[in-house]
T-cell receptor, first 113, second 110 residues
Framework: EAQVTQNPRYLITVTGKKLTVTCSQNMNHEYMSWYRQDPGLGLRQIYYSMNVEVTDKGDVPEGYKVSRKEKRNFPLILESPSPNQTSLYFC????????????FGPGTRLTVL | GQQVMQIPQYQHVQEGEDFTTYCNSSTTLSNIQWYKQRPGGHPVFLIQLVKSGEVKKQKRLTFQFGEAKKNSSLHITATQTTDVGTYFCAGHSGNEKLTFGTGTRLTIIP
């Protein structure tokens, strides 16, 4: 089944404790991206990647890192999480870019205490 | 940077009534996409509009792209309980960053 998977689905952590949210897609998509969703603000793009080893900042990249060592995986790294990073995070992928259908993962609800 | 606003933020309608959400961009868009997110779910692609003034229909849903390619609308005729969710527009202005609107949450009163 074609899908985007994220892990973990739920995470409660404390300020400053490094964490990684994994994202994987099995559709051989080139474009992958991360979003955070907050009430009243919609979905805001954090980082995106056009292909392996090619990443770029979205609209809200501060406090986040990403890597794209393999085509299928696009992990989101929070080196020192803070409470303002408490949010619902979505990974998405598409065939080649923003003009293609974006397929979203199920989401990761992160709480930083 | 590019901003995409949607109005209204919330809409409560009686089942059977029509619903419209409007999307306005601060910049001219190359294309616009619409997504639906059911409560507790993830956004799911509905449609993409590319041409100025384009109108597309999917059963009870009608999508329009403005002549200036800076605004768009989604209209649902005779809403049903299955239409509940948050509707997002998303667009880009020639780069590879996708900007989503703030979303309109639709609730249906049976």
């Amino acid at each position: 089944e074609a899908q985007v998977t994220q892990n973990p689905r739920y995470l409660i952590t404390v300020t400053g404790k490094k964490l990684t949210v994994t994202c994987s897609q099995n559709m051989n998509h080139e474009y992958m991206s991360w979003y955070r969703q907050d009430p009243g603000l919609g979905l805001r793009q954090i980082y995106y990647s056009m292909n392996v080893e090619v990443t770029d900042k979205g609209d809200v990249p501060e406090g986040y890192k990403v890597s794209r060592k393999e085509k299928r995986n696009f992990p989101l790294i929070l080196e020192s999480p803070s409470p303002n990073q408490t949010s619902l995070y979505f990974c998405a992928s598409s065939l080649q870019g923003v003009t293609d259908t974006q397929y979203f993962g199920p989401g990761t609800r992160l709480t930083v205490l | 940077g590019q901003q995409v606003m949607q109005i209204p933020q919330y809409q409560h309608v009686q089942e059977g009534e029509d619903f419209t959400t409007y999307c306005n961009s601060s910049t001219t868009l190359s294309n616009i996409q619409w997504y639906k997110q059911r409560p507790g779910g993830h956004p799911v692609f509905l449609i993409q509009l590319v041409k100025s003034g384009e109108v597309k229909k999917q059963k009870r849903l009608t999508f329009q792209f403005g002549e200036a390619k800076k605004n768009s609308s989604l209209h649902i005729t005779a809403t049903q309980t299955t239409d509940v969710g948050t509707y997002f527009c998303a667009g880009h202005s020639g780069n590879e960053k996708l900007t989503f609107g703030t979303g309109t949450r639709l609730t249906i009163i049976p």
